[in-house]
């Protein structure tokens, strides 16, 4: 998808208060209902969940820590710990099931040398496994940062890494 | 603007009704929904606008999901008194030659084009005119109501997707769009809104089948502050009929909420949808500020006093946040865990308000029936389950898709007639329907209707539609094994049959698959099965055992051969079974060996090949590129 973002990379805990504090401010009213909305915007910016963040918008919102902890913890979305460059989503759908996915997931664990959930150590990939992400009839189908590749054969998995820095 | 009468939209409709129908420059329409983006239909769309941005005669255009996803990225060309072509895989390569033929009264390259189409007028649009019947066809080139794949489908949730630009209202409004509302809020009372659903026989496409006409009516009884909300929160692995409503026609389902607000009396909506669908969320956000725009949303709706806004959340990745409970916990900003049902949603729900909630597919259907009848609707279907329902084709079959059947179409007509069947002459073994809810139906039981009752009664659940085709490389022993695996991952953990009774029995089917199975393992599961079915808490667990206990039911035989014989019959276990060259077979290509990443296979050219199996990984890729079958699974 062209009109994807680029996923940041500056991962460092060094969290901008002030802009944190005018978002849940502007874009989500302060309101606790948005929660996982707010979190959501939180880990588009910094590509996980930093800690000194999430006691911020605790103490702004009025929403104790332990009830954050338990969203950002409940929710396959959240990511506690800094993530890679690129992220992959290696669907495991049925549909993407029986063609074949499970071999696809093998090949990337072999080939980055890293379990699901796993960034490699030169921090260039973070590998995430996703229940459907609606392209059934691509599958098996395997999402790189925002691009879709479909139809992957098991062999064709280096070709497409090797696209990413 | 702000439309305050029919006669508004029918002056928008006059004003676009040309650039659908009989456009005065050549149109080009590239479906655009997520899955034709992934097959390259981005790609094909901006080389058009490049190769075409000077010239006047043609328009490049983007519209939602055209179903037939096999054949992506497909594109549709027309233009007034020449006929609509459907084009297949056409990727950046092809795009410009195809328009041009076009232009020129070409249509030589038949492999390009799916069909013509005769039939464009939509459901709710006055039937008397057919801009496209008038232009005589092109001779040679099939028509699309005839394709198998089309011949049985009626669209009426899918009514626009595909033919309109979703970013654009005004071809909504074309199509009839917003005309049930302005029905509903003007000539109807509250009352005659529902009976009409009611009449028609609507039942809950997101997988319950709960009767939408008796659940608007409690929620209406209820007094308090009410709430709709659109569950958008599709989470079926090999289902996404309602991401493809959204994507191609979002005021469907923002029109479908607006008479639910106006039968019940609500000013308030909230559409959860999935965080994994950003194009749906993306198409809903301008839908809902173009329809603010014309003053369908907000206050003092077409010029009355009702007032109704909507808010979209988004999920963060729980599958149990499709059980309504759930999803509206975690709209207030919680975990979603599911609470017990004592007391109903209709009546203390999201902010303890009464509240109705009802799924994409079932809002969609909702502005048809408004404007030509219940009885009209409950006119197409079965005794018990009427009107239409959509099914995402995937898995083992030829043509995967979207479709819209009548209820009543058997299994055997969506597999072998729109489906076309199981790819490379393999073997059907079963189709799976209602995602990790539902269960695997063999072939014996291809006859069967589509109805909610007869699914249920071999055990298995309409669900929202997904409907995954398995044949003989797929092991059923592995597909329970994996339902399974996704539901220990998604259950929430809070009660102990879900919790503890899912794990127990993925466990046991875990060993099974690594040869370790023990004589009364299946008795086992079908005793835990039936413990977690009738004491889980919400709809998760109680369904959970389903995969099971129908594969148990109908495949015993694979069980037996995994636990007795310690063999994987389809060749999916890995401890299971080895990879051989068939001799007789191998015609000494060498293109395994080519391919095989452990170097395990040698030989010599034009001679049957070996295979180390020391070294092989059981990877799978020489089985799948043997051209002549000499890759044996023993």
């Known amino acids: 998808m062209s009109e ?104 990337l664990h072999e080939s980055l040398n890293i379990a699901d959930g796993q960034t490699t150590d030169d921090g260039r990939f973070t590998l995430e496994s996703v229940r459907c992400i609606g392209c059934c009839s691509l599958g098996p189908v395997m999402k790189v940062n925002e691009d879709m590749h479909g139809r992957i054969a098991t062999d064709e998995v280096e070709k497409v890494l090797g696209q990413y820095e | 603007m702000k439309i305050q009468s029919l006669e508004d939209l029918k002056t928008i409709s006059q004003k676009t009704r040309g650039s659908i129908y009989h456009p005065n420059t050549i149109k080009v329409n590239i479906g655009m929904a997520s899955c034709g983006i992934a097959a390259g239909a981005r790609a094909s769309f901006d080389k058009a606008e490049a190769a075409f941005s000077g010239d006047d005669g043609i328009t490049i255009c983007q519209t939602g999901c055209i179903g037939f996803c096999e054949q992506e990225p497909l594109v549709e060309i027309l233009a007034d008194g020449k006929p609509r072509v459907m084009y297949k895989n056409i990727t950046e390569e092809k795009i410009v030659d195809a328009i041009e033929d076009y232009r020129q009264g070409l249509f030589e390259k038949k492999k390009w084009i799916l069909g013509q189409m005769r039939k464009p007028l939509g459901i709710m649009e006055d039937g008397t005119e057919n801009p496209v019947a008038k232009v005589s066809p092109h001779e040679g080139i099939p028509f699309l109501e005839e394709i198998p794949f089309y011949s049985k489908q009626v669209k009426i949730a899918l009514r626009n997707c595909g033919y309109i630009d979703p970013d654009t209202i005004d071809e909504y409004i074309a199509r009839g769009g917003y005309s049930a509302l302005l029905k509903a809020l003007k000539k109807m009372k509250a009352k005659e809104i529902i009976d009409e659903v009611k009449a028609s026989g609507l039942r809950g496409r997101g997988g319950g089948g709960f009767p939408t006409g008796i659940k608007w009516a409690t929620c209406a009884k209820h007094d308090g502050e009410r709430s ?163 099914f995402s084709l995937c898995g083992k079959i030829n043509n995967t898709g979207l479709v819209e059947v009548p209820m009543g179409v058997s299994l055997r007509e969506i597999v072998f007639e729109l489906g076309n069947g199981v790819p490379k002459k393999k073997k059907f073994k079963a189709v799976q329907t209602g995602g990790p809810s539902g269960g695997c139906i063999p072939e014996k039981f291809l006859d069967l209707p589509v109805d909610y009752q007869r699914l249920a009664e071999v055990g298995s659940i309409m669900g929202s539609g997904g409907m995954i085709v398995m044949d003989q490389d797929t092991c059923m022993v592995d597909v329970a094994r994996y339902f399974l695996d996704f539901l220990k991952e998604e259950s929430c953990g809070q009660c102990n049959p879900c919790r503890e009774g899912i794990k127990q029995m993925l466990d046991i089917l875990t060993d099974i698959c690594a040869g370790k199975g023990k004589k009364g393992d299946i008795e086992l599961l079908e005793e835990l099965g039936s413990m977690v079915q009738r004491f889980s808490l919400c709809g998760l667990g109680t369904a959970a055992p389903n995969p099971v206990l129908t594969t148990i039911l109908y495949f015993r035989d694979e069980y037996e051969a995994h636990i007795k014989d310690k063999k994987c019959p389809a060749g999916v276990c890995k401890a299971l079974f080895h990879y051989d060259i068939d001799a007789d077979a191998c015609t000494g290509c060498g293109l395994c060996a080519k391919k095989c990443p452990q170097d395990a296979i040698a030989g010599k050219k034009k001679e049957p090949h070996q295979l180390d199996q020391d070294k092989c990984i059981k990877c799978g890729i020489c089985y799948d590129a043997c051209k002549f079958d000499a890759i044996a699974i023993r």
């Open chain 1, 4 to 107: 994807a973002q680029a996923i940041r990379t500056d991962q460092t805990d060094e969290v901008d208060f002030v802009e944190l504090d005018t978002m849940i401010d502007k874009e989500f009213s302060k309101d606790k209902e948005n929660l996982i909305m707010i979190l959501q915007a939180i880990q588009r910016r910094y590509n996980y969940l930093p800690k000194p963040a999430l006691t911020y918008l605790s103490a702004k919102i009025g929403v104790p820590y332990s009830k954050i902890y338990e969203v950002a913890t409940f929710y396959s979305t959240f990511s506690l710990e800094p993530r890679g460059r690129n992220i992959i989503s290696i669907c495991l759908g049925t549909a993407c099931h029986v063609r074949g996915a499970e071999r696809v997931r093998e090949r």
């Open chain 2, 228 to 390: 709709i909300i659109c569950n958008a929160d599709e989470g079926d692995p090999g289902a996404y009929m309602d991401r493809s409503i959204l994507e191609g026609d979002p005021h469907s389902v923002i029109e479908g909420m607006l008479i639910a607000a106006v039968a019940i009396g609500s000013s308030h909506g909230y559409i959860y949808v999935r965080n994994e669908y950003p194009l749906a969320v993306k198409r809903l956000i301008t839908a809902i500020k173009q329809a603010e725009g014309y003053g369908l949303l907000g206050d003092g709706i077409a010029g009355t006093d009702f007032c109704f806004t909507i808010k979209i959340s988004t999920g963060a990745g729980a599958f149990v946040c499709g059980e309504s409970t759930a999803l509206m916990a975690s709209l207030e900003g919680k975990v979603g865990r599911p609470r017990a049902k004592y007391v109903h949603t209709v009546e203390k729900g999201f902010r303890d308000g009464p509240t109705n909630l009802n799924n994409v597919e079932t809002y969609a259907n909702v502005p048809p029936i408004i404007i030509k009848g219940g009885a009209w609707y409950a006119g197409m279907g079965t005794e018990h389950s009427k009107g239409t329902k959509v």
